[in-house]
């Protein structure tokens, strides 16, 4: 079965950078894009961006744009999310999760990393 | 990219229907049939219950059904169960980015 494992909790100083990664299995890797969502504590999901694990190219949100890397490693099934100058709205629980196609729903979720920013 | 609109919360008893909506722009809900539907429990993760509209992923159940209309998009969850209790989004591809909805609280009453 499709599985999204994702690594573990993260507490990081404001202005540090946190990398997040997805490991995938039960399905063939560069069949789905990846994109990363996340969810600030008592707020709506967000989109950050994707990676087509196919071509390794990305899309990022405006918000992101410059300071989010989306990549992948197709040896290992495993995506990767990196944020930079990271701030206390940064705080936020971080899944990713895969898509078939473009515009398509996103079929399978990630259990989800707790990114929590604070001095 | 705006959030897509709807409503804080909707309510119904056991084996009633509620419908929630989820408004958009024609840069997004009204530009493409790739509206999808989510339901997160707390503390869990999204689990997909509707895309391109109103297709079903493989189990989930028929009582959930998709529909849109211009810049809105609807979801019904028909035969109202306990288990339906949760948050539900909306989400919506927006030509090269994705949007998702502000959310509703679902309540069994």
């Known amino acids: 079965q499709v599985q999204l494992v994702q690594s573990g909790a993260e507490v990081k100083k404001p202005g540090a950078s946190v990398k997040v990664s997805c490991k995938a299995s039960?399905?063939?890797?560069?069949?789905?894009?990846m994109h990363w969502v996340r969810q600030a504590p008592g707020q709506r999901l967000e989109w950050m961006g994707w990676?087509?694990?196919?071509?390794?190219?990305?899309k990022f949100s405006q918000k992101f744009q410059g300071r989010i890397s989306i990549t992948s490693d197709t040896s290992a099934s495993t995506g990767y999310m990196e944020l930079s100058s990271l701030r206390s709205e940064d705080t936020a629980v971080y899944y990713c999760?895969?898509?078939?196609?473009?515009?398509?729903?996103?079929?399978?979720w990630g259990q989800g990393t707790l990114v929590t920013v604070s001095s | 990219q705006s959030a897509l609109t709807q409503p804080p919360s909707a309510s119904g008893s056991p084996g009633q229907s509620v419908t929630i909506s989820c408004t958009g722009t024609?840069?997004?809900?009204?530009?493409?049939?790739?509206v999808s539907w989510y339901q997160q429990h707390p503390g869990k993760a999204p689990k997909l219950m509707i895309y391109?509209?109103?297709k079903r992923p493989s189990g989930v159940p028929d009582r959930f059904s998709g529909s849109k209309s211009v810049n809105t998009a609807s979801l019904t969850v028909s035969g109202l169960q306990a288990e339906d209790e949760a948050d539900y989004y909306c989400?919506?591809?927006?030509?090269?980015?994705?949007?998702f909805g502000t959310g509703t609280k679902v309540t069994v009453l």
């Open positions: 999760a895969i898509a078939a196609a473009a515009g398509s729903g996103f079929d399978y």
């Open positions: 039960g399905y063939t890797f560069t069949n789905y894009a």
């Open positions: 990676v087509n694990t196919g071509n390794g190219n990305t």
């Open positions: 024609s840069s997004d809900v009204g530009g493409y049939n790739y």
């Open positions: 391109e509209v109103s």
């Open positions: 989400s919506s591809y927006a030509g090269i980015s994705y949007v």
